[in-house]
């Protein structure tokens, strides 16, 4: 399942980021911490919907549920096969 976070976490990083030197894990608030706003939350949901081939409900795509790339990762799993 890193491979999942992991593939989560770089695009963050690659998309988000504006500044190269700093430093997000896992466990780093996303949407609470200003990295992702709303309109960027539906990009990362489209990759993701993309990626692993699957419908996130919008009543699920929820800021709390996008706020770490551990809480998206636990959102995926509920949909992937």
């Known amino acids: 399942m890193e491979e999942m976070k992991d ?5 963050v990083i690659e998309e988000y980021l504006e ?10 608030p996303l949407i609470s911490g200003g990295i992702v706003d709303s309109f960027s939350m539906v990009s990362l ?3 993701l919907e993309a990626k ?5 409900p919008d ?3 929820s800021p709390e549920a996008f706020d770490s790339v551990n809480k998206i990762t636990e959102l995926v799993k ?3 096969g």
């Open 78 to 80: 509920e949909f992937v």
């Open 52 to 56: 692993y081939k699957i419908s996130i």
């Open 7 to 11: 593939v989560i976490l770089e695009y």
């Open 19 to 28: 500044d190269e030197d700093e430093e997000i894990t896992y466990d780093t």
């Open 59 to 61: 009543e699920k795509a």
């Open 45 to 47: 949901k489209r990759f």
